[in-house]
Nanobody, 118 residues
Framework: QVQVMESGGGLVQAGGSLRLSCVVS????????MGWYRQAHGKQRELVAS???????FYEDFVKGRFTISRDNAKNTAYLQMNSLKSEDAGVYYC????????????WGQGTQVTVAS
């Protein structure tokens, strides 16, 4: 059993910053990928950034230079530092844990709301 819990969302002015946290617990493999996705109202969920236990990172173009993903493997925690927030960054942010192979297992948190006031 794996649990994924996000925190840190809230209301911020455009241009401001927020830091999201994601803690995973349960049966966590030594190698995995933790990612942040977001879903704006009426839109599909989209990947924002991801980071593997080894440190490899991926960012979608629309957050490069503004968002930073990091993780503390000892604490099974990932973070998303979001700077220079724009109104289009608003939405529900979900944490995702991907681990294992054949089968590969995927776990989601409940999401945390980010609202950006212009």
């Amino acid at each position: 059993q794996v649990q994924v819990m996000e925190s840190g969302g809230g209301l911020v002015q455009a241009g401001g910053s927020l830091r999201l946290s994601c803690v995973v617990s349960g049966v966590i493999r030594k190698t995995n990928v933790m990612g942040w996705y977001r879903q704006a109202h009426g839109k599909q969920r989209e990947l924002v950034a991801s980071m593997a236990t080894g440190g490899d990172t991926f960012y979608e173009d629309f957050v490069k230079g503004r968002f930073t993903i990091s993780r503390d493997n000892a604490k099974n925690t990932a973070y998303l530092q979001m700077n220079s927030l724009k109104s289009e960054d608003a939405g529900v942010y979900y944490c995702n844990l991907l681990q294992g192979s054949a089968p590969r297992n995927e776990y989601w948190g409940q999401g945390t709301q980010v609202t950006v006031a212009s």
